[in-house]
């Protein structure tokens, strides 16, 4: 495993990172003993940094994932978790959005303790642009005040954003001060837009953290859940192309790791799993170069989704 | 948060013996008006709380209607229309229907047809190619018979996003199951496709149909499609004649209980939202 500098954060992270979304349920029902092994699994592969939110499964991947954790000594692994988006347990829809100064102090109190730490090395403020940007301004002010407050204050060690929207991350990168950046969906086999940002984060050394290499399921042979925006007919397109890999013997979704991860402009590539076996898996596929050739010829394939934007 | 309950496939009308001349003997009980109000109660006591109407008539007026209706109801998330899709001036009734957001698909009921190969025809399919345009799916209504010529209009629009209404309507009052199930199976190998689970107490007999009866059938489309290419509807009102609406629903949950949580979540409605693209 690879170790890189993010950003000015002074943390040395693995190139590969585990989201902790899997946890709760959001790609499907989880048996909590596979969760936490899944977790130690990627902490003995060299995985040494963990991402999570309130929102993922309303809680419930926070509590996992500190349950995964607890026992081992915190300076083995660096964790994230978000503020602002709150989500009622056993699903992913329903969210409130709340960027208050009191909200987020309070929220983190939560989040300390279903995790058993008093102390975060990045909070992300998240999903800003979700029902319709009504509360982005909010975020930006109010909500981003509180989080860099609390790093005055020595509680969280960085500052940063999860959103999608790539108007919102230039605005954020060049009108903010910031730690680091959770990207997902735009460096994955569909969409490379994270690019974009580079020249930026890298003049105001901004720590970009790649997330969702499968593009939040699209590009797994099992398609994404029901509550992804994307539409029949992009779906399909995703499905061709990973039927496509599996005519050649190979599989999309280890095209689509390995491309994601494997970037060496990226420090960080998160990816989600809660299966011990999937998570070495990513591992072994993340260790191995990428065949080019197939790579030219899926994203041939993907040219009618290629930089489409989702509304989530 | 349970997830929504989306009837994809239901009807609106004010009776007419002349708009409506399909209404044979026997079915007296639905010659008469079926509007927005009854919709809401019947669906509500159901616990479906989404539908999508699907045009009656073929005439641009009933597309107008129901957009109307649409428009005006928080249950009816989505129209499927009706436009002279062999003319030529179709692009233009397109275009001004198509910037209404409740316009979902159109269809033509092709199994009314004389020509059993009317699915084929040059200015029909013109007509079609329009549609991905518009981001417009297409409902196919079919008997079991035009199956085969289905297959072959199906692949010449590869990237049109299609639905078969009620299961291509086998012949379950005879019981038979082929050569149905092996040229569903075939038409179901196209992932541009999708099923609705609706019309079938229709296909059986009206007033002695059994579950038990239906249950093979729903197995052969269960098996062809998978359920996350399935979606419930209930016909209503016409399924009237042989069902209650609340009896249909219920036994369409007891015929797919052996699939997970998620599978029957897509067929009871997370199907019909991402093809139909309902919010």
Not at chain 2, 10 to 25: G, T
Not at chain 2, 109 to 131: M, S, Y
Request: charged share 25%; proline share 4%.
């Amino acid at each position: 495993m690879q170790y890189n500098d993010l950003g000015k954060t002074g943390l040395k992270v693995s190139r590969l990172g585990l989201g902790a979304s899997a946890l709760g349920g959001v790609y499907g029902a989880v048996n909590e003993a596979d969760a936490i092994k899944a977790v130690h699994v990627a902490l003995d592969s060299g995985i040494n940094f963990f991402d999570v939110a309130p929102a993922y499964g309303g809680t419930v991947s926070e509590t996992v994932l500190g349950k995964a954790l607890r026992g081992i000594s915190r300076d083995r692994y660096f964790l994230s978790t978000k503020v602002g988006k709150y989500t009622k347990p056993g699903s992913y829809g329903e969210d409130t959005l709340d960027y208050s100064r009191a909200r987020i102090r309070a929220s983190l109190d939560e989040s300390a303790k279903r995790l058993g730490t008093d102390y975060f090395d990045i909070i992300h403020i998240h999903d800003i642009e979700y029902q319709n940007r009504e509360h982005t301004e909010w975020a930006l002010q109010e909500g981003y005040g509180s989080v860099l407050e609390l790093k005055g204050e020595g509680r969280i060690g960085g500052v940063s954003f999860g959103i999608y929207p790539m108007d919102l991350w230039q605005r954020i990168f060049s009108s903010l001060e910031l730690d680091a950046g959770l990207v997902h969906n735009h460096y994955c086999l569909n969409d490379t837009r994270v690019l974009e940002l580079m020249p930026l984060a890298k003049a105001k050394r901004i720590g970009v953290i790649n997330a969702s290499p499968f593009a939040c399921g699209l590009l797994t042979d099992l398609g994404a859940p029901a509550w992804h925006p994307a539409d029949a007919q992009s779906r399909l397109v995703f499905q061709s192309a990973a039927d496509f890999c599996r005519r050649r013997g190979t599989s999309i979704a280890q095209l689509a790791l390995q491309f994601a991860s494997q970037n060496p402009a990226i420090p960080m590539t998160l990816f989600s799993a809660a299966d011990p076996a999937l998570v070495k898996r990513n591992v072994e596929w993340h260790e191995q170069p990428y065949d080019e050739m197939l790579l030219a010829e899926v994203r041939a394939l993907l040219q009618p989704v290629r930089d489409k934007q989702w509304s989530y | 948060m349970p997830s929504d309950q989306i009837d994809a496939h239901h009807h609106l009308w004010k009776y007419s013996s002349k708009d409506y001349p399909w209404m044979s003997e026997g079915m007296e009980a639905i010659r008469c008006d079926f509007l927005v109000d009854d919709l809401h109660q019947t669906l509500s006591e159901a616990g479906i709380n989404g539908a999508v109407t699907v045009q009656a008539r073929q005439t641009l007026i009933e597309t107008d209607w129901l957009l109307q209706l649409a428009s005006a109801s928080k249950i009816v998330r989505g129209v499927v229309g009706w436009v002279p899709l062999v003319k030529s001036r179709v692009h233009d009734d397109l275009e001004r229907l198509a910037s209404n957001k409740k316009l979902k698909a159109v269809r033509h009921v092709i199994h009314d047809e004389p020509d059993n190969f009317f699915i084929l025809r040059e200015d029909f399919n013109r007509g079609i190619a329009l549609l991905e345009r518009f981001k417009l799916k297409y409902d196919i209504l079919i008997f079991e018979r035009h199956l085969p010529q289905t297959i072959a209009f199906v692949d010449r629009h590869p990237e049109q996003i299609f639905v078969v209404d009620h299961i291509a309507k086998p012949r379950i009052k005879d019981g038979d199951m082929e050569p149905w199930r092996r040229a569903l199976a075939d038409l179901a190998r196209r992932q541009n496709i999708y099923c609705k689970l609706s019309g079938m107490v229709t296909e059986a007999n009206w007033s002695s149909w059994t579950e038990s009866e239906l249950q093979p059938y729903v197995d052969v489309v269960l098996t062809a499609f998978g359920p996350k290419r399935i979606m419930f509807g209930s016909d209503w009102p016409v399924l009237l004649v042989a069902s209650s609406y609340k009896g249909w629903v219920e036994t369409v949950h007891r015929m797919i209980r052996s699939l997970s949580d998620d599978e029957q979540q897509w067929i009871m409605g997370q199907t019909a939202k991402m093809v139909y693209e309902l919010d």
